[in-house]
């Protein structure tokens, strides 16, 4: 069993910056994969970013042009997303997740439902 609880959402204007964290209890999360998604009421939730197990693979949604970046410090239990040049579209609740089974390809990462721990979620306001 693995507890996960994100943090370091805000509200921010258009250009700025966050760094979401999100902090693995539990079993050791070197033991996996680990992903963001986020999900706007009324939308289905979307892919944002996804890490293996050892951070050597990273995937983004293709939307993101290079703006948000995912690490993971396994020595911490923590997997990060940094966000930059954040545009309203960002806008958000944003949820951490953590799967078993490795991810070794995009297609792979953006299945939500091989996820089988996700966080509580934590939002993201990005103003014009």
């Known amino acids: 069993q693995v507890q996960l609880v994100e943090s370091g959402g805000g509200s921010v204007q258009a250009g700025g910056s966050l760094r979401l964290s999100c902090a693995a209890s539990?079993?050791?999360?070197?033991?996996?994969?680990m992903g963001w998604f986020r999900q706007v009421p009324g939308k289905e939730r979307e892919f944002v970013a996804g890490?293996?197990?050892?951070?050597?693979?990273?995937y983004y949604a293709d939307s993101l042009s290079g703006r948000f970046t995912i690490s993971r410090d396994n020595a911490k239990n923590t997997a990060y997303l940094q966000m930059n040049n954040l545009k309203p579209e960002d806008t958000a609740v944003y949820y951490c997740?953590?799967?078993?089974?490795?991810?070794?390809?995009?297609?792979?990462?953006?299945?939500?439902?091989?996820?089988?721990?996700w966080g509580q979620g934590t939002q993201v306001t990005v103003s014009s």
């Open positions: 997740a953590a799967r078993s089974t490795a991810v070794d390809s995009a297609q792979e990462a953006r299945r939500g439902e091989r996820y089988d721990y």
């Open positions: 539990g079993r050791s999360s070197i033991s996996y994969a």
């Open positions: 890490i293996s197990r050892r951070g050597v693979l990273k």
